[in-house]
């Protein structure tokens, strides 16, 4: 890039090329600079991290005596081909390349903001008609970002009102790799003041009660010399790093007396040192990570002890109560820390004791008393353990909520450095790390990866494992294939031959990275079937990945079933955040075959495509297409155009063929199409409506069906409420099933009208649930149980007993990462006698 400075005259200066950023403030509330033009160019910029209501990088190039502005939602990437969305803001005084402080909460843009980067920066060409005609490449030379860019204006859509931009990094010596930490989410820190954001916000605070804080320390000092009369303790110096315990692999818990049994979380095991409030969090390999988890540091230094060393697991929790490797790997990404909680499930040093020789009962319940002093604000979490009760029941329970899986623990055992039969882990899927070994291009996109090809050591030779093809975020297939193609190499030496199918258009690369996936199974020639990719391991180097599961090993699901039906483009991305590609959808719904052709099959359904993924044009389809395949059935219900209907598992793949990701079907058969076999009401809660509520209500339905003699069953919509079936023999008509259904809803609303409502009308829904019955009506749908929903994260529609509704499933707990485990671990269908139950509509 030529990098030349525009030697084109600069406009003269006009002070109301600032008016905008000085009517949008209140200058005696907030103390940011006043809205003055600077002199001439000296081609400076400046990027300010800045945590309002949502975290996001503010880029500002000065040009012509002000800075041009844009908001950056995840930060400058340094990967070649990883596009950011900018968007342009209004022009801010140059005392913003410096600038650093809190804007107070209420006003424009609160928030704490720090000066992340600063540098010079140079255009190729004249800036002014780079940004006048949207096309702009420019580099930077700053502390921390270095290379050019490409900055290209999107055309702006209806509705609107700032420029939106794409700027992504070009190729060049400061160019990173799909394997490198990016600076956005490794450096928090002010390159002026050495603050981070929550340094500006506690000094706006009021400090803590540090003599109360002391004397919870003189308290927990008190008991420290308690700790050296455990039996196994010993008096030493606080140790660098401890090697960290692992697990065994079983297929299920140990049974018997004498272990305790945690919740499996699905993070990055991490041991927290504390010495003289000074802390650091160390990887299972011994890598410092402090900086990567600054909120997770700052919460331990307040725990009432003076040195420690602590093992654990660092999570993000999601909305929906799991926590996902795959979430924790995109907030690293962000720079976002709102969802990460540290759960600590041992205590190996303890205020100049070494613990390690305790019995683990005893290490975890001294570290049960010091995490009592904790407040519950902070992000730290003792993993609790059940010690009581059958361990094969616990392990179904945790797989059916969803969850990862068990780690089963001898109470009895010391801490024990490496692999031990002593730590039993369990899990609900099957997963490992494997090493990338090769990549095969998308077919969809240049740039992107459409699978990865996976290895594993065995002593030092190499094993071909197979493909994943799943899993890939829209970014991560773009970061991917940028790093991958720079470690290109020829095709490596394995220690049992490879079929020449397995070797078809795969790029080989240098065993560097290391991948988490998590998959269904061995086929009969051993390679992995159904990989998901789920993150890299920076933690884990390459020659320690061994099997961990054997080969003989098969499929948890259950019987297989296959279709005829082909896919077109497989790494098709339909989920773009969360990584589900149209062959990821098929096997999921290939998988769980058995649970929802009964709820979908005979019906005439309306279905939402997403040709695009979620979030791109998606539509409702209810007639038959041109070229639809042979398994979509036409149906007649006397329109101009004939709807459709499937019959078998083929019909549903050719729905996922046709990018199809909800599927609402009739509340009637095919063979009885004025006549209902069910009635339906939808839980649909307005804002501020807590989720208990939600389940009170369904509840309530389920009660007031009682008195008419009506067993109904409750599901998960995937969205934000819930369903509450019922089944009836298909002899009333439309008009009568949805009289029946608005009189209980409008009973509700009469009953409690400040929880419950019976009208659509939504400025009346905040803080009521609406009780839709509008769902009964020829024509009207409801999303079938175990389809999928075209929303973020991938979740889906999920029957639930009565009794787990008590458990704190929210509506979008299911979805296609952790469905099918839950399904593999029932022993009964939830809607066990749903489709035998004959009861009839009652007249009143």
Known sequence: MPAQRSAAKTPKKSTGRLATYRAKRDFSKTPEPPAKIGPRNEWRFAVQRHEARRLHFDLRLELDGVLKSWAV???????????????????????????????????????????????????????????????????????????????????????????????????????????????????????????????????????PDHKAREKIRRASGAKASAYSKLKGARKSILPVFVEPALAEERDGPPQGKGWLHEIKHDGYRMQARLDGGKVKLLTRTGLDWTKRFPTIAKALAQLPVSSALLDGEIVAQEDSGISTFTALQTDLKSG???????????????????????????????????????????????????????????????????????????????????????????????????????????????????????????????VHAGRAGTGFTDET?????????????????????????????????????????????????????????????EDKAPKDVKLEIPQEQTNRGGKTVTSDVKLTHPDRILWPEDGITKQGLAEFYTDIAEWILPHITGRVLSLVRCPGGVGKSCFYAKHIWDGADKSLLPVDIGEAEPMLAIRDLDGLIALVQANVLE??????????????????????????????????????????????????????????????????????????????????????????????????????????????????????????????RARKGAAVSVPLTWSELETGIRANHFSIDNLRQRLSHRRRDAWAGFFELKQKLPKA
């Open 73 to 207: 939602a995840k930060g400058i990437s340094m990967v070649p081909g990883v596009k950011r969305l900018a968007v342009e803001t209004e022009d801010h005084p140059l005392d913003y390349l410096t600038w650093e402080g809190v804007i107070p909460k209420g006003e424009y843009g609160g928030g704490t903001m720090i000066v992340w980067d600063r540098g010079t920066w140079l255009a190729d060409g004249d800036p002014r008609e780079g940004l006048k005609n949207g096309k702009l490449i420019f580099a930077l030379n700053g502390e921390r970002l270095k290379g050019h860019w490409h900055f290209v204006r999107m055309k702006r859509r209806p509705g609107e009102r700032q420029e939106q931009w794409l700027l992504f990094k070009g190729e060049d010596d400061y160019s990173l790799g799909a394997g490198d930490l990016e600076p956005a989410a490794t450096e928090l820190t002010s390159v002026i003041s050495g603050l981070t954001n929550e340094d500006l916000a506690e000094r706006q605070q009021i400090r």
């Open 336 to 462: 976002r820390r709102d969802r990460l909680v540290y759960f600590m499930f041992d205590l190996l040093y303890c205020e100049g004791v070494n613990l390690a020789g305790v019995a683990l009962a005893d290490r975890k319940a001294a570290l049960e008393e010091i995490l009592r002093a904790v407040p519950g604000s902070l992000p730290l979490r003792y993993s609790a353990h059940m010690d009581e009760g059958d361990s094969r029941t616990i392990f179904a329970h945790a797989c059916q909520m969803g969850l990862e899986g068990l780690l089963s623990k001898r109470a009895d055992a010391p801490y024990r450095s490496g692999r031990g039969d002593s730590w039993i882990k369990s899990k609900c899927a099957l997963g490992q790390e494997f090493v990338i070994i090769g990549y095969v291009p998308s077919t969809t996109s240049r740039q992107a990866v459409g699978s990865l090809v996976l290895g594993f050591y065995d002593g030092k030779e190499l």
């Open 477 to 537: 297939a773009l970061a991917l294939r940028s790093g991958l193609a720079t470690i290109e190499t020829e095709q490596p030496k394995f220690k049992r031959p490879v079929d020449k199918q397995s070797l078809q258009n795969v790029r080989w690369v240098e065993p560097r990275l290391v991948a988490d996936i998590q998959f269904r199974g061995w086929s009969p020639d051993k390679l992995l079937r159904q990989a998901a990719f789920k993150g890299l391991r």
């Open 663 to 788: 599927i609402h079907p009739w509340g009637s058969r095919v063979e009885t199409l004025e006549k209902p076999d069910r009635i339906i009401f939808d839980l649909d809660p307005g804002e501020d409506v807590a989720w208990e509520e939600v389940i009170e209500g369904a509840f309530e339905v389920r009660e007031r069906l009682k008195k008419l003699r009506l067993e109904s069953f409750v599901k998960t919509t995937g969205g934000k409420g819930l369903h509450v079936v019922a089944p009836i023999s298909p002899a009333a008509d439309w008009d009568r099933a949805k009289d029946f259904t608005r009189k209980l809803a409008e009973a509700m609303a009469t009953d409690t009208p400040r929880k419950y409502l019976a009208v659509m009308t939504k400025a009346r829904r905040k803080g009521r649930i609406f009780v839709d019955y509008l769902r009964n009506g020829r024509g009207a749908t409801a999303v079938a149980a175990y389809s999928t």
